[in-house]
């Protein structure tokens, strides 16, 4: 188990100065009860498959350069994923399938993310999510996807600058989106747009923009029922990516 520090509140997040001393604070942050146990007791029943393997079990960094012109982000980090190997959509099927996505469209390296040193790298692109220890059922309460928003409020702030698309991934990490550059002072159109695929706004601040993409989120339930299939995880990362001005190799 991992060594017990002093319990860290999202509260007291404050202002970094960059992504390397946020991601410092975050993975000492033990600020909500259920989700802190849950990832820990995970961690040691594990599943058989990784039984060898000693598990992260602690808040999940976003993933990719701290200047990234695109965002992705997602829900939570899998319980056996990337609460065991400490890196975003790696180690299952949800980011195997996005992975593959994004290499087929030339934003990642490689189609594989197997381990958070497996020399995986992201081309202008960066991954992160609402919520950064793994829910039961992938399902936070409000009161825990409140507590963890600073630690997105703190990230999106200091990527603001560099970033110019958002993929959203489910209308969890879309809602989270808007209500967290509205909270950074970007204007959101009103009435707030709702979360389809496909679905694209655009918020404003000064004489800054983003565009948010929906896609509809990587999970099994998705990509194995073909709700979500490779080309349409494509489309959407490919126009997201030549929006925000990147080498893009996707379909149009
Ligand atoms: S979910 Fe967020 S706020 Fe809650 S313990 Fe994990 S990092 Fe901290």
């Known amino acids: 188990m991992v060594g017990r520090r002093t319990s860290r509140s999202p509260g007291g ?13 975050l993975i000492e942050c033990r600020a909500c009860p259920r989700l802190v146990a ?3 007791r995970v961690a040691i029943e594990k599943r058989a498959a990784f039984a060898d393997q000693e598990y992260w079990q602690r808040p999940v960094p976003g993933f990719g350069p701290d200047d990234a012109a695109l965002l992705i982000i997602g829900l ?10 400490g890196r975003m959509f790696t180690g299952d099927r949800s980011g195997d399938f996005l992975f593959a996505a994004l290499h087929a469209v030339g934003l990642a390296s490689q189609s594989e993310s197997i381990s958070a040193d497996d020399g ?3 081309y202008g692109t960066r991954m992160t999510a609402p919520v950064r220890c793994p829910p039961p059922q992938n399902k936070p309460t409000v ?4 507590r963890c ?11 603001a600058p560099t970033v110019r698309s958002v993929v959203t991934l489910g209308s969890f990490g879309w809602a989270a989106t ?7 002072g970007w204007e959101v159109p009103r009435p707030r747009p709702k979360f389809a695929h496909g679905a694209t706004t655009t918020l404003t ?11 509809y989120h990587v999970s099994q339930h998705n990509t194995f029922t073909g709700r979500l299939t490779p080309q349409m995880a494509q489309e959407v990362l490919a126009a997201a990516g030549r929006h925000a001005g990147l080498r893009v190799a996707g379909p149009e």
Request: charged share 30%; glycine share 6%.
């Open 13 to 25: 997040v404050g202002r970094f100065h960059d992504l390397a001393e946020l991601d410092a604070e």
């Open 38 to 40: 849950w990832r820990e």
């Open 143 to 146: 009161a825990e996807r409140d």
């Open 120 to 122: 995986l790298r992201l």
């Open 178 to 184: 808007l209500r967290t550059f509205g909270a950074l």
């Open 205 to 215: 601040r000064d004489d800054a923009a983003i565009e948010v993409f929906g896609c």
């Open 76 to 85: 939570a980090p899998a319980a056996h994923g990337a609460n065991r190997t």
């Open 149 to 159: 928003a600073s630690w997105l409020h703190a990230e999106l702030e200091l990527l």
